[in-house]
């Protein structure tokens, strides 16, 4: 840590490490440093030495988050390693390359959104580029070992709501890809929902 880091409990066994001006790969490293401090540390208590792991979570600031937003996405990072074997660091960037993230399956520091507007026909996975497409192939599977979830701009998968009210083709959409999610053990999210 540095002058002008803050650390703070948020509850029970969570803490959160606010680092101003740092970037995702200075917070990923200070993470580790903590991580790896932590599995070192022994405590004796009479004839018993404890040992200890942290899993930790990592997110970046960016323009449109609020502090709540951005808590809930380390949050979720957390869980996700956790989810992942605990006593690790995973950074919560989203629309990581998922070749990269399938490629080691020991060690996780990303993780990926898995293209919800193609959850509910895994047919037509396109790999044209984009959210959930980055490092796909037509034969990628996405579950929980990789990602956490699967999320799409809504008006673009969806389209526009006219007067408040889903058409029944959004409605079909909608219920389809998120059972599609869930059938994969994912969470669904839309963002710039209406």
């Not at 993470?31 to 004796?44: D, F, K, P």
């Not at 009479?46 to 899993?55: E, P």
């Not at 959409?173 to 869930?182: E, M």
């Amino acid at each position: 840590m540095q002058y002008g880091d803050h650390i703070g409990r948020m509850g029970g066994e969570e803490f959160v490490l606010v680092l101003p001006g740092s970037n995702r790969r200075h917070a990923r490293d200070t993470a580790e440093r903590i991580r790896v401090g932590v599995e070192n540390l022994r405590v004796t208590i009479g004839d018993t030495v404890l040992s200890f792991t942290v899993s930790i979570g990592v997110a970046e600031c960016d323009g449109d988050d609020t502090a709540a937003s951005l808590v809930e996405r380390a949050d979720q990072a957390m869980y996700a390693a956790k989810r992942s074997g605990r006593n690790r660091v995973v950074v919560a960037t989203g629309n990581a390359p998922f070749d990269a993230i399938i490629a080691n399956t020991t060690y996780r520091d990303i993780f990926f959104d898995a293209p919800l507007a193609q959850m509910y026909d895994a047919a037509k996975l396109s790999t044209r580029g984009g959210q959930g497409t980055v490092g796909t192939s037509p034969n990628s599977h996405f579950d929980s070992t990789n990602s956490y979830y699967a999320s799409v701009d809504f008006r673009k998968a969806i389209g526009f709501v006219w007067w408040g009210t889903l058409s029944p083709k959004q409605l079909d959409l909608v219920r389809g890809q998120i059972k599609g999610a869930h059938e994969r053990g994912l969470k669904a999210r839309y963002w710039s929902a209406p």
